[in-house]
């Protein structure tokens, strides 16, 4: 197991930018897949994007892709989401998670951080 602890979120007004971090520790990071995921209340859980054990490769959702980036640090254990162009529908509590495989799917994750909220004001 990982444990997963994200920060960074907040208030930002629209076109606005902000940076999630997601520290892990427990096992080895690098044996994981990254992903972020975001959820509005009453609604699914959703794909936002992951990243490959060694950086190398990044997959993101269609409504985010150009705006959002991925990355990980390896060395200090921590995996981040930077939020450009930020709009009023990326409002949500987004999440980290550790896997062992890549996937867009939420039940392929098995260790999750408890999400940090980002308002995202018009």
């Known amino acids: 197991q990982v444990q997963l602890v994200e920060s960074g979120g907040g208030l930002v007004q629209a076109g606005g930018s902000l940076r999630l971090s997601c520290a892990a520790s427990?096992?080895?990071?690098?044996?994981?897949?990254m992903a972020w995921f975001r959820q509005v209340r009453g609604k699914e859980r959703e794909f936002v994007g992951c990243?490959?054990?060694?950086?190398?490769?990044?997959s993101y959702a269609d409504s985010v892709k150009g705006r959002f980036t991925i990355s990980r640090d390896n060395e200090k254990n921590m995996a981040y989401l930077q939020m450009n162009s930020l709009k009023p529908e990326d409002a949500a509590t987004y999440y980290c998670?550790?896997?062992?495989?890549?996937?867009?799917?939420?039940?392929?994750?098995?260790?999750w951080g408890k999400g940090t909220q980002v308002i995202v004001s018009s």
């Open positions: 427990g096992r080895t990071f690098s044996n994981y897949i």
């Open positions: 998670a550790a896997g062992p495989n890549s996937s867009r799917r939420s039940s392929s994750y098995v260790n």
């Open positions: 990243i490959s054990r060694s950086a190398d490769t990044t």
